[in-house]
């Protein structure tokens, strides 16, 4: 049984912001469903943000950077604003060197 890279999770205090919360790993799987929930959150006119919450995630593969890269597109045509939020060791890594500084809201 292969677990979920994200778990969507609406949050609670602004039905606008949505937030979508990393696991340890990424699969195909995983990343597909991910997609799917993305868009259909993309969908949803009551989003006006989707916050990424990467502190549980330790490695990012290219899979999920162009699923990243993909999100961000359908959303900033929906003027949906994206934010990473917890990035840290070898995932801040990776996001750094891929400059998805540029792409992204980056907090810590």
């Known amino acids: 049984m292969t677990s979920n890279f994200f778990n969507h999770l609406k949050a609670k205090p602004c039905p606008s912001q949505t937030l979508l919360q990393s696991q340890k790993d990424s699969t195909l799987v995983s990343i597909k469903k991910f997609t ?51 990035a840290k060791g070898n995932a801040m890594d990776i996001l750094q060197m891929a400059n998805f500084n540029q792409l992204f809201d980056i907090q810590n």
């Open 36 to 86: 799917d929930q993305a868009n259909q959150l993309i969908q949803d006119e009551q989003t006006k943000t989707i916050i990424l919450d990467f502190s549980r995630t330790s490695y990012l593969d290219s899979s999920a950077l162009g699923m990243l890269v993909l999100i961000n597109k359908k959303a900033k045509a929906k003027s949906i604003h994206c934010v990473i939020q917890g």
